[in-house]
C-alpha cells in the first residue's frame, strides 16, 4: 500500500473517531425532554453522525485496499457532509441567538418571554398545531415533578437555577404574586391582572403553566442552552473533519501520481 495510502487510512480512522462525539451529542439532544416532544428536532445530529461515520470508514477501506473509485467517492460524500454540518452549525447559531430571558428581581432563576425568541424557532414550536402535540408530551415528563423532589422551602426554591423549561410551564410568572405551597403548587395571587398567563396557572398537576406563553418562551430557552452546548461540540468535530479532510485530498492526489509513476516505471522497465 503506497505511503499516501497510508496516511488517507489513518485520517479516516480520526475522522470515524470523530463522528463519536457528534453521535453522542445528538443522542444527548434527543434524550431531553424538550427535544422528546419535538419530533423534528430529535435525530438529525445522529443520523449526520452515522453518515459520518459510514463515510469515514469507506474511505479507511478505499485507502487500506487501494480502491480509488471508493476514495474518490468518499471525499466527494465527505465534502457534502462537511457542508452540510456547516449549515446546520451556522442555522442552528442563528436561529438560537435571541435569549429570550429577563431577571426577576429576588430569584436566582430566569423567566422568558416569547418575543425575545428567534420568530422561526418561535413560528415551528409555538404554532397552535405544533403546541397541542407538545403540550401533552411535557404534562407526562418529569420536568416538573423534580422540582418537588429537589426544593421544599421557598428560600430553597427562590434561591435556585432551575432549567428555563421548568421556570416556565412548572410554576406561574413571579409578577402575578402567587404564594408559594411547593414548587409545583401556588395560590392567592396577588396581582392576577398583570399578566395573561396569570388566569391560564393551575394547581393540576396536568395542566401547571402548560398552557402558558411564559411555558412556550421557557421551552424556546431550553433548546436554545441545549443547541448551544451541542453546537461546542460540533465545532470541534467539524474542524477536525476539515482537517482530515484537506489533508486526505491531498494524500489522494499523491497517491494518484505515485500510481502513474509506478505505471509509467513499469511500462519503460
Not at 429576588?106 to 397541542?132: D, I, P
Not at 452546548?229 to 486526505?248: Q, S, T
Request: glycine share 6%; net charge positive.
Amino acid at each position: 500500500m503506497a505511503v499516501s495510502n497510508n496516511i488517507t487510512a489513518i485520517l479516516n480512522f480520526i475522522a470515524t473517531l470523530s463522528s463519536i462525539p457528534i453521535i453522542a451529542s445528538g443522542i444527548w439532544l434527543a434524550s431531553k425532554p424538550d427535544n422528546q416532544c419535538i419530533a423534528n428536532f430529535r435525530w438529525p445530529i445522529v443520523i449526520i453522525g452515522i453518515l459520518v461515520l459510514l463515510v469515514s470508514l469507506s474511505g479507511f477501506i478505499g485507502a487500506y485496499w487501494n480502491k480509488q473509485g471508493l476514495l474518490a467517492l468518499y471525499l466527494f460524500t465527505m465534502a457534502l457532509l462537511i457542508a452540510v454540518l456547516l449549515i446546520v452549525l451556522v442555522f442552528a447559531f442563528v436561529v438560537t441567538r435571541p435569549d429570550g430571558s429577563y431577571v426577576v428581581p429576588g430569584r436566582g432563576y430566569k423567566e422568558y418571554g416569547l418575543n425575545g425568541a428567534s420568530s422561526w424557532l418561535r413560528k415551528r414550536v409555538t404554532g397552535s398545531g405544533s403546541w397541542q402535540k407538545i403540550r401533552p408530551c411535557l404534562a407526562a415528563s418529569d420536568v416538573c415533578v423534580k422540582l418537588n423532589q429537589n426544593y421544599i422551602t421557598a428560600d430553597q426554591f427562590f434561591s435556585s437555577h432551575i432549567s428555563p423549561l421548568q421556570s416556565g410551564c412548572c410554576k406561574p410568572p413571579t409578577v402575578c404574586g402567587y404564594n408559594y405551597v411547593s414548587p409545583i403548587m401556588w395560590t392567592n395571587p396577588v396581582n392576577p391582572m398583570a399578566d395573561s398567563d396569570c388566569n391560564l396557572w393551575s394547581n393540576d398537576q396536568n395542566q401547571l403553566c402548560y398552557n402558558c406563553n411564559a411555558c412556550k418562551a421557557g421551552l424556546l430557552g431550553n433548546l436554545r442552552k441545549e443547541w448551544r452546548k451541542a453546537n461546542i461540540i460540533l465545532i470541534v468535530a467539524v474542524v477536525v473533519l476539515i482537517w482530515v479532510y484537506v489533508i486526505a485530498c491531498s494524500a489522494f492526489k499523491n497517491a494518484q501520481t505515485e500510481d502513474l509513476f509506478t505505471r509509467y516505471k513499469q511500462g519503460w522497465v
